[in-house]
């Protein structure tokens, strides 16, 4: 019975942290691509992103517990944190243990962003991208709810929202370059002046 729970709990918990990584994902893609509008938004909203990454911090957390408490694969630490270590579907594990590592940097960084370069936090941030996909492979190979055909078709409906919304961050980000680009007014003065214009002044 016991063996059972354990069993059941590393596999919902697998799942709520996918699902509240992917909400957390969207979520974030709906602030930058102004999808609330451009007035200022209530502190909640942002406040809603940052608590969905932590939560799934917290069901990872547990979704790992469960699986070294688990008799019937018996994980060790190593094979938990050192990818293609273990014997149980080594490749498909190692998508999760790659993804785990991602999740702890954004959500650190995140934690401590008014400490680090915009720059840095940037980079790190866009991690969430292959975290979200590296979970999902993660999900697809190595989950025993894998040949669910509500959760393979529900992982692809979401990847479709989160695709289409990073295409229009992408774009939004393209076109405010373009228009922040400094722009050249030629010069319309005659040939002789700005020949004389270019030579020092003698005195």
């Known amino acids: 019975m016991t063996s059972k729970l354990i069993w059941y709990m590393a596999r919902s918990s697998g ?38 990454g932590g939560a799934a911090l917290v069901f990872l ?8 408490l688990d008799t019937y694969v018996h994980f060790g630490p190593v094979s938990l944190l050192i990818p293609l270590t273990g014997s149980w579907h080594p490749v498909a594990v190692a998508w999760g243990i ?6 702890v940097a954004v959500e ?27 979970g999902t492979l993660h999900a697809l ?6 040949h669910t055909v509500v959760l393979r078709y529900g992982m692809l409906g979401v990847l479709t929202v989160a695709i289409a919304l990073a295409a229009v961050r992408i774009a939004k980000s393209e076109s405010h370059d373009v228009m922040a680009a ?3 007014t030629p010069d319309r003065r005659p040939a002789h002046r700005r020949v004389n214009a270019s030579r020092p002044v003698s005195r």
Do not use: C, E, K, N
Request: hydrophobic content about 55%.
């Open 61 to 68: 957390g547990i979704h790992i517990t469960s699986i070294s």
């Open 182 to 184: 400094p722009v050249r």
């Open 141 to 146: 190979t190595a989950g025993t709810d894998r």
């Open 15 to 52: 799942i709520v942290t996918w699902a509240l990584l992917a909400a957390s994902v969207i979520w974030g893609l709906a602030l930058t691509t102004r999808a609330f509008g451009r007035r200022p938004r209530p502190a909640w909203i942002l406040d809603l992103h940052r608590f969905l």
């Open 98 to 103: 790659v993804a785990m590592y991602l999740m």
């Open 108 to 134: 650190l960084t995140s934690l401590l962003r008014t400490r680090l370069s915009p720059q840095l936090w940037r980079a790190t941030h866009y991690a969430a991208f292959p975290l979200l996909a590296l």
